[in-house]
T-cell receptor, first 115, second 113 residues
Framework: ETGVTQSPTHLIKTRGQQVTLRCSSQSGHNTVSWYQQALGQGPQFIFQYYREEENGRGNFPPRFSGLQFPNYSSELNVNALELDDSALYLC??????????????FGSGTRLTVV | SQQGEEDPQALSIQEGENATMNCSYKTSINNLQWYRQNSGRGLVHLILIRSNEREKHSGRLRVTLDTSKKSSSLLITASRAADTASYFCATALPTGANSKLTFGKGITLSVRP
């Protein structure tokens, strides 16, 4: 059973540029969520995808967008990068169940630095 | 915004001692989960407790949930140096089968050999 893999592990971008982060879900999982974790803070929910559609969004501007593909992998795109976008970006996959919810499997994250 | 608030913010104990970490939250929940994070890497799911449960055990972990007080505690017994990490509680709201997780700021646990 493979876990969640994210690429790249580290990235440095210039303010104003665009970035794409990638995530491969754990085998058998059909839901993927993205989180942003600033230094010294807890992760903040960006959005979730289920069946290739956005299924909930946190308090992030529209320049944060995403995709989920038929194989359940996902991309996070951020346009017009700002310095405050520097953070660890975490992808998490899970299996939708009808009742009770379940735990998430997180990837190791992509450390984005905007200069 | 942070739903969960962990307490204490930092905890330092000797190997072999027990570590107790607390979490309080503000709204009704579907479940509460605890995660561990080593040195800014990915989160590892430790244990999940549903809103209709009061206590769960998993190996050296014991978690309790008091929905009337909107609080949870995580106990790690017989701590090891390898338990050194940041610990987060996260709540899932009672909407939908799998909804977003709302995390606290985390507790830094240091276990001295």
């Amino acid at each position: 059973e493979t876990g969640v893999t994210q690429s790249p592990t580290h990235l440095i971008k210039t303010r104003g540029q665009q970035v794409t982060l990638r995530c491969s879900s754990q085998s058998g999982h059909n839901t993927v969520s993205w989180y942003q974790q600033a230094l010294g803070q807890g992760p903040q929910f960006i959005f979730q995808y289920y069946r290739e559609e956005e299924n909930g969004r946190g308090n992030f501007p529209p320049r944060f967008s995403g995709l989920q593909f038929p194989n359940y992998s996902s991309e996070l795109n951020v346009n017009a990068l700002e310095l405050d976008d520097s953070a660890l970006y975490l992808c998490a996959s899970s299996l939708v169940i009808i009742q009770g919810g379940g735990g998430y499997t997180f990837g190791s994250g992509t450390r984005l630095t905007v200069v | 915004s942070q739903q969960g608030e962990e307490d204490p913010q930092a905890l330092s104990i000797q190997e072999g001692e027990n570590a107790t970490m607390n979490c309080s939250y503000k709204t009704s929940i579907n479940n509460l989960q605890w995660y561990r994070q080593n040195s800014g890497r990915g989160l590892v799911h430790l244990i999940l407790i549903r809103s209709n449960e009061r206590e769960k055990h998993s190996g050296r972990l014991r978690v309790t949930l008091d929905t009337s007080k909107k609080s949870s505690s995580l106990l790690i017994t017989a701590s090891r140096a390898a338990d050194t990490a940041s610990y987060f509680c996260a709540t899932a709201l009672p909407t939908g089968a799998n909804s977003k997780l709302t995390f606290g700021k985390g507790i830094t646990l240091s276990v001295r050999p």
